[in-house]
């Protein structure tokens, strides 16, 4: 069965960085496009970022452009998201899923990781 497994959380400065790691397991890592969302308790989860499948073209949320890069290492079946410049506004709980199909909001992917909190203080 398929698994994501993310890491790399952690309590940072504004203006600090970090960088998550999603490990995927029990499929054809290239095979799949890997998206990264985030959820705050009470609102609902936003994607931030997606990787897609073969060719590994990137996109990103408004909120987020030239300050995050997603990235990946098929030796590694892991998918990277560095977060740069962050603001308290970023602080959420982020997964990692994989996307089943066409649809990009968090109805177009089937597994999940269980999240890792990220806390970036003022």
């Known amino acids: 069965e398929a698994q994501l497994v993310e890491s790399g959380g952690g309590l940072v400065q504004a203006g600090g960085s970090l960088t998550l790691s999603c490990v995927a397991s029990g499929f054809t890592f290239d095979d799949y496009a890997i998206g990264w969302f985030r959820q705050v308790a009470g609102k609902e989860r936003e994607g931030v970022s997606c990787l897609s499948a073969i060719d590994r073209d990137t996109d990103y949320a408004d909120a987020v452009k030239g300050r995050f890069t997603i990235s990946s290492d098929s030796a590694k079946n892991t998918v990277y998201l560095q977060m740069n410049n962050l603001k308290p506004e970023d602080t959420a709980t982020y997964y990692c899923?994989?996307?089943?199909?066409?649809?990009?909001?968090?109805?177009?992917?089937?597994?999940w990781g269980q999240g890792t909190q990220v806390t970036v203080s003022s």
């Open positions: 899923a994989r996307r089943s199909s066409g649809s990009s909001g968090p109805r177009g992917y089937d597994y």
